[in-house]
């Protein structure tokens, strides 16, 4: 019988009060990850979080466009005329009618909403320490990163903040602990 708190499989439990030491001596820390029962590494942890995050804001922002895309067609056109408008007093010529936004709005709806989901499933599989959900995080991110980048280099300067999320997770994976914990040493 163990007293509570103790853990039944280890070996070294209840020698003389010492607490047993978790590890192998003389074997580098990041190979710890490797046990079977190893805890997940903080920085595999914080990149589910980071993906838990970021999907359900992909999801948010899917069903605002969504939201966008029940108004009526009029109202549309006369906000629409109204931007023009402003763009106008400007120098700046807007040509966007009601189809053309409907149409912006439902591509981004399925870019967010697809990141969305995937990027939360992910996060949802990063317990299970399998090669494939491994490399489904890097690749998933990495297209990610590519998709922000482009996007950094055709002028949108405020994609520079989730290109930085999506590096750090990389790195964050690429970590030699965290593929330790995948098993990729």
Known sequence: MFP????????????????????????????????PDAPMPGRVSTVRTLMFIGGVCGILLALLFGMGLAAP?????????????????????????????????VSMALVTGVYGALSTFLAGRLRNRTVGVFWGVVLFQGLAGLILLWSLLSGEVLSIVPLGFAVTMICFMWAKESRAYYGLL
Request: glycine letters at 10%.
């Open 4 to 35: 509570s708190g103790q853990d039944p499989y280890d070996p070294d439990a209840g020698q003389g009060g010492i607490p047993s030491q978790r590890g192998i001596p003389g074997i580098e820390p990041h190979l710890e990850a490797l046990r």
């Open 73 to 105: 067609t009029e109202a549309m056109n006369e906000a629409l005329d109204e931007q023009a408008a402003l763009a106008a007093e400007q120098g700046v010529a807007w040509s966007v009618d009601a189809d053309l936004m409907r149409s912006l709005m």
